[in-house]
Each structure stands twice: as structure tokens, then as C-alpha cells.
């Protein structure tokens, strides 16, 4: 079983910065792949940014803006958010290989 925490959500204007921090027990954090993921109201979760088999990734819409970092000692999963757009708004999950998920985290960003 594995237990995934976010936190570091809030409303912020257009410009603005956050980090995303996910908070994870339950077993080894360092070996498995992490992601974060984006969930509009009535959509999916979209993938934002993932480490996955030991590489980084984003999407195109939050290169250069987005850091994805992970600190296998605290065991914790974060995102810098620089530079924030309204088009960034939306509940963010943390996500752990094998179906785990945290239970979301709110971010607004106002224009």
C-alpha cells in the first residue's frame, strides 16, 4: 500500500509561482516512477510532468515554467511552478507506478 500527500496548492495570480510538494510512504520511493497529473472539472487527468525510468518529462504547454524535482530522502515528489497561467488552473494529482494517487490539490491561477 502506498500513501501519496500533496500540498502547496492556492490561488495566485497570473505570473505567479507555487511548488507542489507529494509526500510518500509505504514503500520504496526512490524506484519507482512519479508523475503529476492535471484534472479540469468534467475532464480527465492530463499528465503534466513525470520521471519516469529515471528521465524527466512535461508537456509541451509547461516547458520551461515547470521544474519536476525529487528528493529520495524525504521522499517527496515536487513542482515548481514559475511563470503561472490561468490555463494552469485545476486540481492537481500526484501519481505513484501501480495505480496510486494522492487526493488532489487545488491551483488557481487568476488573470
Known amino acids: 500500500q502506498v500513501q501519496l500527500v500533496e500540498s502547496g496548492g492556492g490561488l495566485v495570480q497570473a505570473g505567479g509561482s507555487l511548488r507542489l510538494s507529494c509526500a510518500a510512504s509505504?514503500?520504496?520511493?526512490?524506484?519507482?516512477?512519479m508523475a503529476w497529473y492535471r484534472q479540469l472539472p468534467g475532464h480527465g487527468r492530463d499528465l503534466v510532468a513525470g520521471i519516469m525510468d529515471g528521465k524527466t518529462h512535461y508537456v509541451d504547454s509547461v516547458k520551461g515554467r515547470f521544474t519536476l524535482s525529487k528528493d529520495n530522502d524525504k521522499e517527496t515528489l515536487y513542482l515548481q511552478m514559475n511563470n503561472l497561467k490561468s490555463e494552469d488552473t485545476g486540481v492537481y494529482y500526484c501519481?505513484?507506478?501501480?495505480?496510486?494517487w494522492g487526493q488532489g490539490t487545488q491551483v488557481t491561477v487568476s488573470s
Open positions: 501519481y505513484a507506478g501501480g495505480g496510486y
Open positions: 509505504g514503500r520504496a520511493f526512490s524506484a519507482y516512477n
